[in-house]
Structure formats: C-alpha cells, structure tokens
C-alpha cells in the first residue's frame, strides 16, 4: 500500500472524533502464574474475557493456538481493534497488547487487570 505524499498546504482536516486509538502493552516477565495456567487456554481466556469487559468493548471473533509442548496465543479481534496475548511457560512469561480506536475504549483498565 501507498501512502499520499504529505502536502504542504494550508487545507484543514476535521479531526474524526470516532477515531482515538489507545495502545497498551503488558510485557509480564517472572510473573506469578505457574506454569500450568500460563500453558492453560480456558485460564488465560477467562481472564482475557475480563479484560475485554474491562477495556469497555467486545469480542466479535477469536483465533487461537496451543503451542507443542508448551505456549499459548490467542487473538482477538474487538469491536474497537484487537487483543493479542502470548505465553511462554517455560520462561514464565507472557505478552498482551490491547489496541482500540473508540473514545470509550478502556484499554489501560483491561491491562491492569491483567
């Protein structure tokens, strides 16, 4: 894909105020779950649905792996962007981004609960 090249004009754009997005990444290092819920999609996806709740958007669909012998990711596509997290039991870490683009959207309370 081709961006526009940048205009040096003096048009004016309206800003779009359904447009906000809002990134937050959690990068979980040493963390406290054992290894069994880091390796666990029904643990990890019960609380990422709390999250989901928490950033004030919803679940439209869900893709996810388990890894062999050991990993889980799952994506999520949300009503206001994404959700991804991913887990590595082995080194007890685990990864999520909450990406969103609607005003309401509280990714920073879903990340915290996490």
Avoid at 32 to 41: E, F, K, R
Avoid at 66 to 94: C, V
Wanted: charged content about 25%.
């Amino acid at each position: 894909m081709r961006n526009k090249p940048q205009s040096n004009s003096t048009e004016k754009r309206t800003p779009n105020p359904y447009f906000y997005l809002k990134q937050v990444i959690g990068d979980y290092m040493e963390c406290n779950l054992t290894a069994d819920q880091l390796n666990s999609p029904e643990f990890l996806r019960k609380h990422v649905e709390e999250a989901v709740k928490r950033s004030n958007t919803s679940t439209v669909k869900e893709l996810e792996h388990k890894f062999d012998p050991q990993g889980y990711t799952l994506l999520i596509i949300l009503a206001d962007s994404s959700l991804s997290l991913h887990s590595w039991p082995e080194e007890k870490f685990i990864s999520v981004e909450i990406f969103t683009c609607a005003e309401r959207a509280t990714p920073e309370l879903g990340l915290e609960y996490l």
